[in-house]
């Protein structure tokens, strides 16, 4: 199974990207595929998940900035950010699991066994 992520680059302020995740060796349709971020100095953090169904989950921080979505027809993961702010800079990396993930194991990055490289977003104050 490989992960690739790309998308990242410097944006300012308010601005919007779209990251994005192909995936080989493994179909989306029955996996959950989740973004998560780690920031210089600290530790790697959840972000957004989608799941088998497409439901969605997200931290509290993103909600309403951030959607998670997939095309599992070119068995790729997105997700569009906007309304960025400097707080979101970080390298962003993305997960996959199997489909049976319950919410509560969705913000553990031990439950998911394959990840891509990660790929930098910075936002400019």
């Known amino acids: 199974v490989q992960l690739q992520a790309f998308g990242g680059g410097l944006v300012q302020t308010g601005g919007s990207l779209r990251l994005s995740c192909t995936v080989s060796?493994?179909?989306?349709?029955?996996?959950?595929v989740s973004w998560f971020r780690q920031a210089p100095g600290k530790e790697r953090e959840f972000v957004a998940a989608?799941?088998?169904?497409?439901?969605?989950t997200y931290t509290g921080s993103v909600k309403g900035r951030f959607t998670i979505h997939k095309d599992n027809a070119k068995n790729t993961a997105y997700l569009q950010m906007s309304s960025l702010k400097p707080e979101d800079t970080a390298v962003y990396y993305c997960g996959a699991g199997n489909d049976r993930l319950i919410v509560s194991s969705l913000y553990l990055s031990n439950s998911y066994d394959s990840w891509g490289q990660g790929t930098l977003v910075t936002v400019s104050s």
């Open positions: 060796g493994r179909p989306l349709s029955t996996s959950t």
């Open positions: 989608i799941r088998r169904g497409s439901s969605t």
